[in-house]
């Protein structure tokens, strides 16, 4: 029996975990067979508060969790495959083998952003990929970009990228876009956008870092090849929130709905992070919502006695 389980192991997980254990509430935290989340992908980290010079990824997760751990965080290595919240305490069960059981839980499963599923695109990703643009912007100051998607997010990611980039070239598999107007409007309007219509990407392009794209054009069959130093995806985000289905109020794509801080519709679970927040997805976002959700847990389990 455990007063806290805190599932996921992202900025939201770990910081939710600080929390609990200063509490004295001797967490557990099952944090996945990729324990760290998206931040174990990424290179540099240059907007966290805190780190003037930066700080890679993977550091800064390490970091955390060592604080976590610190006080008293509990860790288990391991994926969450079934849940029970119907009753209390909740059942939650680990590599389909092991149940435990938890009088609180706190989801930070996160949000994995869809890519495309090309071999070159993750030997590159963090060396000129990225799936974020308020992350990575800033390191494309003065060079040539391109966004691949058509949605309301690809607008959204091309046209904040017009403040460091050259030029935006925004890649898209059809010859109309999937955005509402008003987003279609911006991006068509600015002069820093070109659009590649009816391309497929069919590989990026470098060694090291990004160098350019291969495009196929679904129309004719030509292909050609697009010259940039960045590659933004952006073809949205799948919250990993399976195992939840049918038991936590969702949205109509997935994400976690909360009310009044992280609490969801079931007494004692509460969510933090990516996996509640389809808006800002950051780290230092995902870390304010974990502590949120930590103090939440915290005076639940004092209200319950």
Known sequence: MHNVIIIG???AGLTAAVYT??????????????AGGQLTLTTDVENFPGFPQGIMGPQLIQDMRAQAERFGTAFQTADVTKVDLNQRPFAVTINDEET????S???STGAS????GLDSESRLLGHGVSTCATCDGFFFRGQPIAVIGGGDSAMEEATFLTKFASHVTIVHRRDKLRASKIMQDKALKNEKISFRWNSVVEDM???DVVTGLRLRDSVTNDTTTLDCKGVFVAIGHTPNTRIFRGQIEMDANGYIQTSHGTATNVP?????GDVQDPHYRQAITAAG?????AIDAERFLEAEG
């Open 268 to 272: 004692g679970v509460f969510a933090a």
């Open 113 to 116: 952003a869809n890519l495309l």
């Open 289 to 293: 919502t974990g502590c949120m959700a």
């Open 21 to 34: 254990a200063r509490a004295n509430l001797s967490p557990l935290m099952i944090e996945g067979s990729q």
């Open 9 to 11: 192991s992202g900025p």
């Open 205 to 207: 392009l470098g060694d």
């Open 100 to 103: 435990v059981h938890a009088r």
């Open 105 to 107: 839980l706190i989801v």
